[in-house]
T-cell receptor
């Protein structure tokens, strides 16, 4: 299994350009997430999906859109890139299982995409 | 609401010394707690997690963490540091009731000196 993969690994954009980041997982996970990582701020959730065809906003959704047309893929789009979106973007996936009274979940992360917006 | 605070953005130890990375959390419901490790230019890898049951949790690479409810802490330890432990470590919390609500701490960079 490849686990969680991300495309591309690195990209440079000019302000105002658009792009799409692709995340793919081969673990048949229901849930997928997009995070951004900035120095000293840990990881912050951008958007997530609890199943094919569904998406929801996370902590920092502004300036991003997502789509989950297939269970194994989760796309993150930047319609008009801004320098503030320079970051490292991580995708993660997980599944829930019932363990006692509450569900358990562990997220598995991709290798990341470094994005520089000039 | 939930939050995580990692005390110390940088920790430096000598090879063979004890590693202690501190994590305090706040959660309105009983938490699930995680430690992830990130090696340079790589993604995050799960070290260990606490959900229910035994409060002392053992993970990979000789790391362990103890959940202390009274102190709202989940500190990560390793008895003897190895050069290969140099990485950034993240503590994270989720309530287990809201999908996608994994909240991360700011991260602690561990440096190991020979």
């Amino acid at each position: 299994n490849a686990g969680v993969t991300q495309t591309p690994k690195f990209r440079v954009l000019k302000t105002g350009q658009s792009m799409t980041l692709l995340c793919a997982q081969d673990m048949n996970h229901e849930y997928m997430y997009w995070y951004r990582q900035d120095p000293g701020m840990g990881l912050r959730l951008i958007h997530y999906s609890v199943g094919e065809g569904t998406t929801a906003k996370g902590e920092v959704p502004d300036g991003y859109n997502v789509s989950r047309l297939k269970k194994q893929n989760f796309l993150l789009g930047l319609e008009s890139a801004a320098p503030s979106q320079t970051s490292v973007y991580f995708c993660a996936s997980s599944y829930l299982w019932l363990a006692g009274a509450r569900p358990e979940e562990t997220q598995y992360f991709g290798p990341g995409t470094r994005l520089l917006v000039l | 609401a939930q939050s995580v605070t990692q005390l110390g953005s940088h920790v430096s130890v000598s090879e063979g010394a004890l590693v202690l990375l501190r994590c305090n959390y706040s959660s309105s419901v009983p938490p699930y707690l995680f430690w992830y490790v990130q090696y340079p230019n790589q993604g995050l890898q799960l070290l260990l997690k606490y959900t229910t049951g035994a409060t002392l949790v053992k993970g990979i690479n000789g790391f362990e963490a103890e959940f202390k409810k009274s102190e709202t802490s989940f500190h990560l330890t390793k008895p003897s540091a190895h050069m290969s432990d140099a990485a950034e470590y993240f503590c994270a919390v989720t309530s287990g009731t809201s999908y996608g609500k994994l909240t991360f701490g700011q991260g602690t960079i561990l440096t190991v000196h020979p």
